[in-house]
């Protein structure tokens, strides 16, 4: 009987239970005890910490999910702060008596977050961050449960941010007025152990109103106190992808961050980027529909003030590649900083040179000169090797237009940008026609130099010089031969150029300065030219031109010279028929009055014109007075306004003139001397002239010795 009683006693009591869990199962899951919890929820925290809260309801699915819909938190204007649709969380243990909650995911979808900062700088979410905060510090021991989750979830989130201090209309990001949508992401296998955190981070995406796009952002993260590492790197935005297997930033000591240059190795494996100009739309709105791909690839190993770059490979359009090893040490000390970087390709192409100004000038297209499409398709080979300031350049450059060979030092001031460059430089079969434009004029060069120079920030550079020209090209003659030693620049050259070619002999010594307050010509020079062979003439009988010529001439130059020329031993054969001139004097001088003065004196001319003109003006006026006589032939030069008066008298005494004509125009006969005198007045644009001319034959015209006077006005 005691047995029955036992059996019937269980029976009982497990009928209770499973009464009870059933009455238990029904209750949560029934809409009244959990919309008596909202409203538990809502009194709670409205009374205690005095906020809007409401939450449309709780489900409570059995056995470990709890999900809150239509959570809502207004500010204190009653505007939207924070919005939920869906909020899931799933546990995955209970340790009440450790007082831990393991919570498995925590999910939310389609949350919204709205902050405004108003024009006095108060946020509208600062009155909660007041509620929560203690005024007391807390000195009891906390009793609360320590939650635990490992995995994250947000699904289509939008977040709004505006600071009414600084809004501004612009086609750009505006970082005071930011409205993102669109935003997931997907966090999981959380774990915090020993000062440390790891996590899987994937399907971050984000949109924002400017254009910014992140279509993809995944990789595995642990962070600890030596530093962070990423593995499986994906980045992906609108139009571009980096793709990298392992990025790390490790410190060498435990305070790296104190140092980080010199404490921190970095590694970044870059397996695939792409990046497309037109992702700087957001930023630079001016490339936003600039789609030009870049793309690199490579290992970034070592400190960041000792590194190195191994199989670096840029690619860019058609043509431009680079592959190449760089180590560089001792950053950020620029002076002091080694580099060595070994290119085995570096090929590009006009075309590509364009297309890359294009992105440096988005807005104002750059045109370039001719001569750059005709290098074609470029490439490079070489080293370069030394400080950052102190590089040695040695490689090879190949283009369409000839090869360049370099062994060059270059030390760049970094304050200035000035430039100083000492070392060799060869060049072979530089294609000059193309180059200059005038292809039917000069053809290939060639050349051996070494060169010790400056170049600075403006352009100006200055160059001792020591060169071998082996080849140049000039009328289908191609010269031999050539050296040029000396010091030059933009508007100088003081030494020497000698010639020893089978057809042309110079020996020339002298300095050129055309600056622009100390201009100065002075040289002297001996030179022989056949000029049947240099294709200068093309006569039937020989043709060739020796002459010895010196000269010291200071000033303005082209319009106000001080000095002399001087013209001897001059033999000059045309077809057989020969000219010799033994000696002509240029003189030009400016007298105490301001007067200049210009004698000329020689075998055939002895000439001399004084006043107050410049050669320039003068030269120009007396073209243009012709021009208004023979409009049919002569075009007349647009001047601005002159600087001098241009009044200048002339006396001309032409003699011997037979030996010219008989070279230069065999029909022409002179029978005896030809003089002149007169004035010319530019400020009237006046000529008065008398002439005395002797005889004159040509072919069977004759035109009898005669006085002439010309007016012309």
Known sequence: MSGIKCKRILVIIFGLII??????????????????????????FSKTYDINLSVENVYIKLPNTIQLTGVYLTDSIGDTLVY?????AKISELKLLDKKIYIEQISLNEPFIN?????????????????????????????SFDIFCNNFEIINARFKYKDLRYLQTTDAINFSDINISGFNITIRDFEYLNDSISLNLSKLSVDEKSGLNIKEFSTNILYCNSGI???????????????????????????????????MKVKILIDTLIFDIADLGPFLPEYRYLHDKVYFSGDFTGKLSNFKLKNFNISYGQDTRLIANLSVDGLPDYDMTFIFGDVSKLTTSSPDVTKMLKIFSPTEPVVLPEMIDELGYLS?????????????????????????????????????????????????KINIGEITGYPDTFGMLSLSSTLNGTLDSTGNFRAMIDCDISELGILDYYYSGIKVKGDISNNFFNGELYVNDPNLQVE????????????????????????????????????????????????????????????????????????????????????????????????????????????????TTVYNMLAGYTPTFIDKIEVEESKSDNIANFDIRLKALENLTNVFIPELSIEGEIFAEGKISGINNELDAIFSIPVIKYDSIYLWGSELNINAY
Do not use: C, W
């Open 19 to 44: 009464r009870d869990i059933l009455l238990v199962t029904i209750l949560i899951h029934s809409a009244f005890l959990q919309s008596f919890l909202t409203k538990q929820i809502i009194v709670f």
């Open 84 to 88: 939920s649709q869906e909020i899931n």
């Open 115 to 143: 902050i405004v900062v108003d024009s006095a700088g108060n946020s509208n979410y600062k009155f909660i961050l007041n509620k929560f905060a203690s005024e007391d510090e807390d000195t009891t021991t906390s009793e």
């Open 229 to 263: 590492f990423l593995k499986d790197f994906i980045l992906k935005t609108k139009y571009s992808e980096f793709l990298s297997s392992e990025i790390s930033l490790e410190g060498v000591e435990e305070d790296y961050l104190s140092d980080p240059l010199n404490k």
């Open 380 to 428: 490079f080979n070489g080293n370069i090797t030394g400080l950052f300031n102190d590089l040695v350049a040695y490689g090879e450059f190949n283009t369409g237009l000839g090869t360049i060979r370099t062994d060059m030092a270059i030390v760049t001031d970094f304050e200035t940008f000035d430039i100083a460059y000492n070392g060799k430089l060869q060049a072979n």
């Open 508 to 619: 020339f010594i002298g300095k050129y300065n055309y600056g622009a307050d100390n201009q100065e010509l002075a040289f002297s020079s001996d030179i022989y030219a056949n000029l049947n062979n240099l294709n200068i003439t093309n006569d039937s009988l020989p043709s060739e031109l020796k002459i010895v010529i010196s000269s010291d001439i200071k000033g303005d130059i082209l319009n106000t010279p001080e000095g002399n020329v001087f013209i001897s031993d001059l033999t000059y054969t045309s077809n057989g028929q020969t000219l010799r001139l033994n000696q002509l004097s240029l003189n030009s001088y400016r007298d105490e009055y301001e007067q200049q003065f210009l004698t000329i004196r020689s075998d055939y001319a002895d000439i001399n014109l004084y006043g107050i003109f410049e050669y320039g003006e003068l030269g």
